[in-house]
């Protein structure tokens, strides 16, 4: 089946530091692979994407990397900021399906 | 507009009212989602539409009830809850399965159950 595995959080970073989330996922075929954020008391919003093998994701200075071989898509900033404190989720779509598949979320504070 | 709206933002119920939550999109979106969320866990999928019709219902108790007017609204009518279903309710859509773009979603209502 389907599923995606995610770094047990939280995560407490001073400002500037380097962000890595692990992400790694099981699927047949070829899913997209996708990382929301979620602020406090908000809901989801798409932070970035990969639809196929070797694509890399990048918005607000995230990136992320489609990694077939590995089957992973970790998150990675190399400068996070106070802002960037969030709940941030990997996700997996399927083309045979109808529903996304989230890992457990991360929690990042980042502190001045 | 690029955005899913979700009316109230805020809910207080008590166990034997009757409410609604209302969910818009004017993006073209045929598949629309309703999510329930708890604190510091991931969405959990309740109803799918797709082209105004439920395709998917992930064994939802009846007390809450989806309901799809037209292609861009979305509603969840909510009977005789208990404590338990006090979390935030996330509305979402997508264009075809979301494979390629992704679920667009709502901010949520924040629904306590008393």
């Known amino acids: 089946g389907n599923s995606v595995t995610q770094m047990e959080g939280p995560v407490t970073l001073s400002e500037e530091a380097f962000l890595t989330i692990n992400c790694t996922y099981t699927a047949t075929g070829y899913p997209s692979l996708f990382w929301y954020v979620q602020y406090p008391g908000e809901g989801l919003q798409l932070l970035l994407k990969?639809?196929?093998?070797?694509d890399k994701g990048s918005n607000k200075g995230f990136e992320a990397t489609y990694r077939k071989e590995t089957t992973s898509f970790h998150l990675e900033k190399g400068s996070v900021q106070v802002s960037d404190s969030a709940v941030y989720f990997c996700a997996l779509s399927h083309n045979t399906g109808n529903q996304f598949y989230f890992g457990t979320g991360t929690s990042l504070t980042v502190i001045p | 507009d690029t955005e899913v709206t979700q009316t109230p933002k805020h809910l207080v119920m008590g166990m034997t009212n009757k409410k609604s939550l209302k969910c818009e999109q004017h993006?073209?979106?045929?598949?629309m989602y309703w999510y329930k969320q708890k604190a510091k866990k991931p969405p959990e999928l309740m109803f799918v539409?797709?082209?105004?019709?439920?395709?998917i219902n992930e064994s939802v108790p009846s007390r809450f009830s989806p309901e799809c007017p037209n292609s861009s609204l979305l509603n969840l009518h909510l009977h005789a809850l208990q404590p338990e279903d006090s979390a935030l309710y996330l509305c979402?859509?997508?264009?075809?399965?979301?494979?390629?773009?992704?679920?667009?979603f709502g901010s949520g209502t924040r629904l306590t159950v008393v």
């Open positions: 990969a639809t196929k093998a070797d």
């Open positions: 979402a859509s997508s264009q075809g399965k979301g494979y390629f773009d992704g679920y667009t």
């Open positions: 993006m073209g979106h045929r598949a």
């Open positions: 539409y797709s082209y105004e019709k439920l395709s």
